[in-house]
C-alpha cells in the first residue's frame, strides 16, 4: 500500500477494516429506538453530601444535549448548571446520570415529557463532569438477518471467542464521530493552525484527534505491531491505569502477553507524555501526524485547549450475552468508558442502520477517555 495520507485514505482511517477475517452474518439495526438500549455505568456512587443532585434520565429518540435542554428548560435551570458524565445515541433507548444543582429540588416534580423521564434525586457534592463514567451496558436486537438466527447466533459466537482469544477489539473511534465524509476533521485541521479559535472540548479539533489515533492503530495493524512493544512505548498498567515508557521492550513484552499491561496510542494535544524522540514509537507517531500535515509542536501550548491524554489500542467486551428472540439475534454486553458498540459490531457482524442521522452520537463514545 503507498504512504497513507489523509487525502488519500480517508475511508480507511475514518473506518478501518475488522481485524477477523470470518464469514459474517448480515443485520440491521436501530430499525426502533428499542433495538439500542444503552444503561451507563457510574465511576461512583452519590455521597450524601449537599450542593447537587444526582439523578437518572431516561431517554428515547433524544441526544444527550437536546435532553438536558429540554430539561433545562422545563426547572428554569442555565444549562451550564446541568451536570452529565458522557454522550448517549439520538436513535436509542438509554439511561444515565445526571446531576443538577440543589435548589432543583423544588421543581422535579413538575417535570413531564413523553420520551424523557427523570429519576429519583440523590444528594451529592459536586457535579457530574464530563468522563466520569466506567462503562456503559449495551442490549442490541439485529433484525433482517440474511441466514437463519440460530446460524447467525453460531457465527458471531465464533467471531466473539476469536476475538477474546486475540485480545480484544481495536479501540477505535467510530464513523460518526468525524461528520459527514470526515468533515469534522478537516475543520479542525483549519483551526489547528489558529490556536485563538479553539475552545475546550472543540468537537473539531476532538475528531482531529481521534482520526490520528485511528491512523496510528492502522499503521501498527499493518505492520503487525498491534501486539508488540516498541522501544519508547508509553504502557498502561492494566490494574491501576497508571502509564509509563517502556525503556525495555523484551521485558514489557512478557507483561504485556502476560496481561499485565495495555498498548496504548496518543490522543495528540499539549500533554508532555509522548514517547522520548527517537525511539520507534516516536517516529511511528510523527508518522502518523505528518500524513495529516501537522507536527507535535503546533499541539504545544495548547494546554486546557487540547490536553491530550492516552488511549488503550485494544479493549474488551464482557459479559458478552447471546440470544433469538423471535428471528432476532440479541447481543448484550459491557464497554469500557470509551469504547464504541458499532466497533464491536463490525468484528461480529456486516450491519447497517435502519435510522441515519448525521448529527446523532454514538453510545459509550466518551469523546475523549
Request: with cysteine.
Amino acid at each position: 500500500m503507498r504512504q497513507m495520507t489523509w487525502a488519500t485514505h480517508r475511508e480507511l482511517i475514518l473506518d478501518p477494516p475488522p481485524l477477523l477475517d470470518l464469514p459474517r452474518p448480515r443485520g440491521l439495526i436501530r430499525s426502533v429506538p428499542e433495538d439500542f438500549q444503552v444503561e451507563e455505568i457510574p465511576a461512583y456512587a452519590p455521597d450524601g453530601g449537599e450542593g447537587h443532585l444526582f439523578l437518572e434520565l431516561t431517554k428515547r429518540g433524544w441526544n444527550t444535549d437536546s435532553a438536558l435542554q429540554e430539561v433545562a428548560r422545563q426547572l428554569g435551570l442555565p444549562r451550564g448548571e446541568i451536570g452529565a458524565a458522557g454522550q448517549k445515541d439520538r436513535h436509542a433507548l438509554t439511561r444515565q446520570w445526571i446531576s443538577l444543582p440543589a435548589s432543583a429540588a423544588n421543581t422535579l416534580a413538575s417535570f413531564a415529557h413523553e420520551d424523557l423521564q427523570l429519576g429519583p434525586p440523590h444528594a451529592h457534592s459536586h457535579k457530574l463532569r464530563r468522563g466520569h463514567l466506567r462503562g456503559n451496558r449495551f442490549r442490541l436486537t439485529l433484525r433482517g438477518l440474511d441466514c437463519p438466527a440460530g446460524e447467525a447466533l453460531e457465527r458471531v459466537r465464533l467471531a466473539a471467542d476469536r476475538l477474546q482469544t486475540q485480545g480484544g477489539m481495536g479501540h477505535l473511534f467510530g464513523p460518526q464521530r468525524f461528520g459527514y465524509g470526515g468533515h469534522n476533521v478537516d475543520i479542525g485541521l483549519r483551526i489547528l493552525g489558529q490556536p485563538r479559535r479553539i475552545r475546550p472540548g472543540d468537537l473539531a479539533l476532538s475528531a482531529l484527534q481521534s482520526a490520528l489515533f485511528n491512523l496510528v492503530w492502522e499503521l501498527r495493524r499493518q505492520r503487525d505491531l498491534l501486539d508488540t512493544v516498541l522501544e519508547g512505548d508509553i504502557l498502561q498498567k492494566s490494574a491501576t491505569g497508571g502509564l509509563f515508557f517502556s525503556s525495555d521492550p523484551v521485558v514489557d513484552q512478557q507483561r504485556l502477553e502476560a496481561g499485565e499491561l495495555r498498548l496504548t496510542g496518543p490522543i495528540f494535544g499539549a500533554d508532555r507524555l509522548v514517547p522520548p524522540p527517537g525511539t520507534a514509537a516516536a517516529l511511528l507517531e510523527d508518522e502518523a501526524l505528518a500524513a495529516f500535515g501537522t507536527a507535535r509542536q503546533q499541539w504545544v501550548g495548547l494546554g486546557k485547549k487540547a490536553p491530550g491524554t492516552r488511549r488503550a489500542l485494544r479493549t474488551q467486551a464482557t459479559e458478552l450475552e447471546l440470544e433469538v428472540e423471535g428471528g432476532n439475534l440479541v447481543l448484550a454486553f459491557t464497554l469500557e468508558a470509551g469504547a464504541f458498540a458499532t466497533r464491536l459490531l463490525s468484528e461480529l457482524l456486516r450491519w447497517e442502520e435502519a435510522a441515519r442521522d448525521a448529527g446523532g452520537q454514538e453510545s459509550g463514545q466518551g469523546g475523549v477517555a
